[in-house]
């Protein structure tokens, strides 16, 4: 059959997606980039964010056109609101034919059989340790590969949803995922990036309280990883900030591969916040964790994520995310306006910062980022740096581009030996405030 995959999310879903269409072909299924070619739709869908779900219901619904032209149609919704919603969106959706929980993804292949011998209607949403080691093929072949080392989360922040949508956390174990980072440098592949929903709880077996001194699984992964010929670089997305132990640290600053970027979600900077959201970290350890990896590894870059506008905000806890957002120098950052998730803890809570102050808040964050970041790029004038090629630059076809270690992007002119997936020296001649542009060095 032909397949169509829509994505909604993260990358944890696009992974995810990667993986169902390997899956797929693997069984002589073939993947379209069409709607209109398919035989099957697939939706892998994110729950993380209403904006996100209602895109989604939307797309699905007006669906329903396309069926009536073509009854042999088979529609699917995968993922987070498949998981969260089940049957209801099969009551909901009546032109919709399955529903496949997080759990369940690694049985797409066989449901999509029975589905099409049968024409029966399932929602299949059952937790599975199965689908670990199950999602572990890849569709798309590029210098660059995402590896799911953990699902699931343990952590229970109170404005998420991951844990009762993703399910418990669980870990693959080492072997199994340098396995798989070996046959993907096999076939090509120089940079990987390691995901899970705080991977640096990996090997933990679900135990939330961070690692003691001198144990982190997470590190010893990364030094096996480290040691594969013919891979360059070595990324990895999100961990949670009170798992970065002596041990983790020092993997970090001693691997050759390991990038110097960290995503280290903030949320907020203010404690009784930060309590309230069950994040169990205080803005000083958060501060003191920064200070001990900018000292083990001086180029380090942070980037994060912040929630604006959670309950009980008020313009005080505002200021002191916004100091402690200052106080990093964060390279990127990503501002969530709060929204409260059905079934979440907080949204027992009242809604109560009103969204014209939600939108002020978001605007001051960005204005500070802007202002950061072209501070921070203009330092980079005449500096040469170490960038891994990615290909042709989207917003101008004669120039490529590549990314630095700590996730700077730099524009510039290729040479004739030119080809992604390869290390370059670019030094930089001009900056602007959102960009950087060199030539080539070596
Ligand atoms: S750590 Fe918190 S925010 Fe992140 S996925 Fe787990 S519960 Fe959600």
Redesign the pocket.
């Known amino acids: 059959m032909k397949v169509y995959i829509k994505t909604y999310g993260c990358q944890m879903n696009e992974r995810d997606s990667d993986a169902m269409a390997s899956q797929l072909e693997a069984c002589g299924h073939t993947i379209v980039f069409t709607e209109e070619e398919a035989d099957v739709l697939l939706f892998n869908t994110c729950s993380?964010r209403d904006a996100a779900e209602r895109k989604a219901k939307g797309k699905i619904g007006y669906m329903k056109k396309l069926k009536a032209q073509k009854p042999g149609l088979i529609i699917g919704v995968a993922g987070c609101m498949a998981q969260r919603l089940g049957d209801q969106l099969l009551a909901e959706l009546p032109h919709l034919d399955f529903v496949l929980g997080t759990g369940q993804l690694h049985t797409l292949p066989e449901k999509l059989a029975e589905i099409a011998a049968t024409r029966a209607r399932f929602s299949a949403t059952e937790p599975s340790f199965d689908v670990l080691t199950g999602m572990g093929g890849h569709f798309s072949h590029t210098w660059h590969a995402e590896i799911a080392i953990t699902r699931g989360?343990?952590?229970?922040?109170s404005?998420?949803?991951?844990?009762y949508v993703?399910g418990r956390?669980i870990s693959r174990s080492i072997s199994d995922v340098v396995e798989e980072a070996r046959e993907l440098v096999a076939n090509g592949v120089k940079e990987i990036l390691l995901l899970g929903?705080?991977v640096a709880a990996f090997g933990l077996n679900g135990d939330t309280r961070p690692p003691a001194p001198g144990y982190s699984p997470f590190a010893d992964l990364l030094d096996e990883l480290d040691k594969i010929d013919g891979l360059l670089r070595i990324r990895y997305t999100?961990p949670?900030v009170s798992y970065f132990n002596d041990r983790l640290i020092e993997t970090l600053a001693r691997a050759k591969k390991v990038c110097h970027n960290i995503h280290l979600?903030l949320?907020s900077g203010s404690d009784r916040i930060l309590k309230e959201?069950?994040?169990q970290y205080t803005r000083d350890s958060y501060l003191a964790k920064v200070a001990e990896l900018r000292s083990a590894i001086p180029d380090i870059t942070f980037s994060t994520?912040v929630i604006v506008g959670f309950p009980g905000e008020t313009d005080a806890d505002f200021a002191l995310t916004r100091e402690v957002m200052n106080q990093v120098d964060y390279a990127q950052s990503f501002v969530f306006k709060y929204s409260p998730r059905p079934g979440a803890k907080s949204a027992e809570r009242q809604d109560s910062v009103p969204e014209e102050v939600k939108e002020e808040r978001n605007q001051i964050l960005l204005a500070d980022l802007a202002a950061r970041v072209e501070k921070r790029l203009a330092g980079m004038y005449q500096k040469t740096v170490e960038v891994l090629v990615e290909g042709v630059s989207p917003r101008n076809p004669e120039r490529w581009s590549g990314r630095t270690g700590t996730n700077i992007m730099v524009h510039f002119e290729p040479d004739d030996k030119i080809q992604a997936g390869t290390l370059r020296q670019v030094k930089i001649i001009q900056t602007n405030p959102v960009s950087l542009f060199g030539k080539l060095a070596d």
Do not use: A, G, K, T
């Not at 989360?153 to 922040?157: E, H, P, Q, S, V």
């Not at 404005?159 to 844990?163: E, H, K, M, R």
């Open positions: 993380v989360c343990n952590r229970f922040c404005y998420c949803i991951v844990p993703r956390e929903q705080n999100s949670y979600p949320q959201m069950n994040r994520d």
